[in-house]
C-alpha cells in the first residue's frame, strides 16, 4: 500500500490497473479487506477501471475476513462492470460464505447455493476447489446432508476430493459429534480415494475423536500419524488432550503435555485451558493450580474464554468455593471484566453446591453493576433453590418474572395488598422481558416442589401454566411423576401417566421407567407389561438386569433427561420383542 501510494505522489510514475491489483492480491493474502478496499476506492478517484483479477483478489480479500456480504457487494459491482466472471470469483465468493459469522451463516449458505447453480447456468466448470468452498460452506451452516449430495455430484462430474476437501468433511462431522461417520470417511479417502492423508486431515479426525470425548481413538490416530510419517503439529496434540477432557483422564493429558514438550512445541493458552479443565473435572485441584502456574510462567496470559471454562467445570461438579475463587481471580490478578457469562457459571456452581443464599447475593451484585441478567441467569437461581426443595422461594421468583412483563398477576394467585419487603429485594434482580424464562421457571418450581414432596400444589402450578399459555409437557409431568414417586404413592404416579395420555402429552425414557416401577409396586403386571410394549413402540428398550430395580439411579436432572444414554434406557435395536418381557416377569 505505501509503494503505491509512493507511485501516486511521484509525476513521473503512471498506477496503472496491474500495479493496483498486485497490492489488492498482496492485501488478500495477508487478509487485509479493509486496505484492499481502500485501493479500490483509489483506483476509483484515479479513473482506474479494475478487472477481473482486481475483483477477484478484492473478493477473496473480504472472504478471508468473514466480510462475506462486502464480497457479494463486489461481485455486483463487476456484474455492473460487464465483466464475465470466472470458476476463481464464484470459488472466492462461496469461499466467502463459509466464513459467515453465527446468526447468519444459513442465509451465507442459501448465497452459496445460488452461485453453484449460477455456475451451472454459465457453463462453467467446477473444480475440487469450488466443491471444496462448497462443502465448507454446507459445513458451516450444519447443513450435513448436502455434504454429502456434493460429494456425489463430485463423483457423477469426476471430479476427485483433495485432502482438504475430506478435512472440511471430518471436521464437520465432529463439530456434529457425529465420530463414526468421521472416521468412516477418513477410511473412505485412503482406501476408495486413494487420497494420502496430511497433517490437517489428521488433526480434523482427532478432533472429531476429541468433540465425543474418545481419548483412546484420538491417541491411536496421533500415533498412526507419527508412523506415517507425518509430524503432528500443536493443533494435534491439544485436539488429543481435549479428548481427556471429558472423563477427566489428567494423567493421560499430562503425558500427552510432555510428549508434545519433548517434540520442542510450545504449549498455546488452549493447551493449558484444557489441562486446568481436565484436572478440575478429576478433582485434582493442586494439579489444576499448578498448570495455571506454568500458563504465567510461559508468559501466557489468561483471557475471558479461560475462566469460563474453569467456571463451567467447577459448576458441573459443584465446586463453589473454587469457582469463587477463580472469580475473584478474574478480576483481582488479571483485571479481566466479569461478564453475564461468568457470574451464571458461579452462580450455577452456588446451585449444585446447594448455596442458594449466595446465588441470590450474587444476583444483587450483578444488579449493582449493571451486567444483565439472561435467561441463564434466571433458571440457575431457580435451580438452586430446586435443588434444597425451596419451593415457597421460587415460586416467589417467578411471580416477579411475570409481574415485570404482566400487569397482572397469575389469577390463582392475587397480587397482595401491600408491598412486601422481600418483593421489593427481589424485584432488584430482574429486568424487563423475561418472558422467555417462563416456561423453565415453572419446571424448576415444579422440581423443587417435588424434592420437598410437595404433591398438593402441583396440579395448581399446572393450571397457572395453562393460564399462562404454557400447557404443561413431558418434563413438567415428569416432576409429578417424580414427586409422587418419592412419596411411594403408585396408584399416583399411573394416574399421572393416564392424563398424560388423556391429554396427548409424549412420554420419554424416564416416564416410562418410573411408571413400570409404580405398575410393579402397586401389583399390576398387566399395567407393567402395557407400559413396557408402550416404550418399545415409542422406540425405547430397558435394561434387563435393572429392571423391577425401584432404586435406578436417575440423579437431579430427572426432569430434564431425554437422552436415552443418560438413563438406564436406550433405544430399541430392530427386531426385539416387547413379548420378551413377559418371561421376566
Known amino acids: 500500500v505505501a509503494l503505491v501510494n509512493e507511485v501516486n505522489r511521484d509525476e513521473g510514475l503512471m498506477a496503472n490497473v496491474v500495479l493496483f491489483s498486485a497490492a489488492i492480491s498482496a492485501c488478500e493474502k495477508a487478509g487485509q479487506w479493509r486496505s484492499a478496499l481502500t485501493l479500490l476506492k483509489q483506483m476509483e478517484d484515479l479513473d482506474i477501471k479494475p478487472n477481473l483479477i482486481t475483483f477477484n483478489a478484492a473478493i477473496s480479500a473480504c472472504g478471508r475476513g468473514g466480510e462475506w456480504e462486502r464480497a457479494l457487494k463486489l461481485y455486483v459491482n463487476l456484474k455492473r462492470a460487464d465483466i464475465r466472471p470466472d470458476a476463481v470469483t464464484y470459488c472466492a465468493l462461496i469461499a466467502a460464505t463459509s466464513k459467515a459469522k453465527k446468526g447468519s451463516r444459513s442465509r451465507a449458505y442459501m448465497f452459496a447455493q445460488g452461485l453453484l447453480r449460477e455456475m451451472d447456468d454459465a457453463g462453467l466448470e467446477k473444480n475440487v476447489e469450488v466443491y471444496t468452498a462448497a462443502i465448507q460452506a454446507a459445513a458451516s451452516a450444519r447443513k450435513l446432508d448436502d455434504i454429502g449430495l456434493l460429494f456425489g455430484e463430485m463423483k457423477t462430474r469426476n471430479v476427485k476430493p483433495n485432502a482438504h476437501t475430506y478435512a472440511v468433511a471430518i471436521a464437520a462431522q465432529g463439530l456434529a459429534k457425529h465420530p463414526e461417520i468421521a472416521v468412516e470417511l477418513f477410511r473412505y479417502m485412503q482406501e476408495v480415494d486413494k487420497v494420502e492423508p496430511n497433517v490437517v486431515t489428521y488433526n480434523a479426525v482427532i478432533a472429531a475423536a476429541a468433540k465425543a470425548g474418545q481419548h483412546k481413538r484420538a491417541v491411536r490416530y496421533l500415533r498412526e500419524m507419527r508412523k506415517s510419517g507425518i509430524a503432528p503439529n500443536i493443533v494435534s496434540y491439544n485436539s488429543a488432550i481435549s479428548a481427556c477432557k471429558p472423563s477427566g483422564r489428567w494423567r493421560k493429558a499430562q503425558r500427552l503435555f510432555e510428549e508434545m514438550t519433548r517434540n520442542r512445541l510450545m504449549p498455546t493458552l488452549i493447551t493449558y485451558n484444557t489441562l486446568v479443565g481436565t484436572t478440575i473435572r478429576e478433582g485434582n485441584l493442586d494439579r489444576a493450580k499448578q498448570w495455571m502456574e506454568n500458563l504465567r510462567r510461559d508468559g501466557l496470559r489468561p483471557t475471558h474464554e479461560t475462566y469460563v471454562n474453569l467456571l463451567s467445570v467447577c459448576k458441573e461438579k459443584g465446586l463453589w468455593r473454587e469457582a469463587l475463587d477463580y472469580f475473584r481471580q478474574m478480576e483481582s490478578e488479571w483485571g479481566i471484566p466479569s461478564t453475564t457469562e461468568t457470574y451464571n457459571a458461579l452462580i450455577a456452581a452456588y446451585a449444585k453446591g446447594?448455596?442458594?443464599?449466595?446465588?441470590?447475593?450474587?444476583?444483587?451484585?450483578?444488579?449493582?453493576?449493571?451486567?444483565?441478567?439472561?435467561?441463564?441467569?434466571?433458571?440457575?437461581?431457580?435451580?438452586?433453590?430446586?435443588?434444597?426443595?425451596?419451593?415457597?422461594?421460587?415460586?416467589?421468583?417467578?411471580?416477579?418474572?411475570?409481574?415485570?412483563?404482566?400487569?397482572?398477576?397469575?389469577?390463582?394467585?392475587?397480587?397482595?395488598?401491600?408491598?412486601?419487603?422481600?418483593?421489593?429485594?427481589?424485584?432488584?434482580?430482574?429486568?424487563?422481558?423475561?418472558?422467555?424464562?417462563?416456561?423453565?421457571?415453572?419446571?424448576?418450581?415444579?422440581?423443587?416442589?417435588?424434592?420437598?414432596?410437595?404433591?398438593?400444589?402441583?396440579?395448581?402450578?399446572?393450571?397457572?401454566?395453562?393460564?399462562?399459555?404454557?400447557?404443561?409437557?413431558?418434563?413438567?409431568?415428569?416432576?409429578?411423576?417424580?414427586?409422587?414417586?418419592?412419596?411411594?404413592?403408585?396408584?399416583?404416579?399411573?394416574?399421572?401417566?393416564?392424563?398424560?395420555?388423556?391429554?396427548?402429552?409424549?412420554?420419554?425414557?424416564?416416564?416410562?421407567?418410573?411408571?413400570?416401577?409404580?405398575?410393579?409396586?402397586?401389583?399390576?403386571?398387566?399395567?407393567?407389561?402395557?407400559?413396557?410394549?408402550?416404550?418399545?413402540?415409542?422406540?425405547?428398550?430397558?435394561?434387563?438386569?435393572?429392571?423391577?430395580?425401584?432404586?435406578?439411579?436417575?440423579?437431579?436432572?430427572?426432569?430434564?433427561?431425554?437422552?436415552?444414554?443418560?438413563?438406564?434406557?436406550?433405544?430399541?435395536?430392530?427386531?426385539?420383542?416387547?413379548?420378551?418381557?413377559?418371561?421376566?416377569?
Request: aromatic content about 8%; charged content about 30%; overall charge positive.
Open 354 to 585: 446447594r448455596r442458594p443464599h449466595k446465588a441470590a447475593a450474587l444476583l444483587d451484585e450483578m444488579r449493582d453493576r449493571g451486567i444483565p441478567l439472561s435467561t441463564t441467569t434466571h433458571h440457575a437461581y431457580l435451580r438452586a433453590h430446586r435443588y434444597v426443595g425451596d419451593w415457597r422461594a421460587a415460586r416467589r421468583y417467578i411471580l416477579l418474572l411475570l409481574h415485570t412483563t404482566s400487569p397482572t398477576y397469575p389469577p390463582a394467585l392475587p397480587s397482595s395488598t401491600g408491598e412486601n419487603p422481600e418483593r421489593t429485594v427481589l424485584r432488584r434482580r430482574l429486568r424487563p422481558g423475561t418472558a422467555a424464562v417462563a416456561r423453565t421457571a415453572f419446571h424448576e418450581l415444579l422440581g423443587a416442589m417435588a424434592e420437598a414432596g410437595r404433591v398438593e400444589g402441583m396440579p395448581r402450578v399446572m393450571r397457572w401454566m395453562r393460564l399462562r399459555g404454557f400447557p404443561p409437557g413431558t418434563i413438567a409431568y415428569n416432576w409429578c411423576v417424580r414427586a409422587r414417586e418419592k412419596r411411594e404413592e403408585w396408584d399416583g404416579v399411573l394416574g399421572v401417566i393416564e392424563e398424560m395420555k388423556a391429554r396427548a402429552v409424549r412420554m420419554n425414557a424416564m416416564t416410562f421407567r418410573l411408571g413400570i416401577i409404580a405398575a410393579e409396586k402397586s401389583g399390576g403386571w398387566e399395567k407393567s407389561l402395557d407400559l413396557y410394549r408402550e416404550m418399545q413402540a415409542a422406540g425405547y428398550r430397558m435394561q434387563f438386569p435393572d429392571f423391577g430395580d425401584a432404586s435406578w439411579g436417575y440423579g437431579r436432572e430427572l426432569g430434564m433427561v431425554e437422552d436415552a444414554e443418560d438413563s438406564a434406557l436406550t433405544r430399541a435395536a430392530p427386531g426385539d420383542d416387547p413379548a420378551a418381557l413377559a418371561d421376566v416377569f
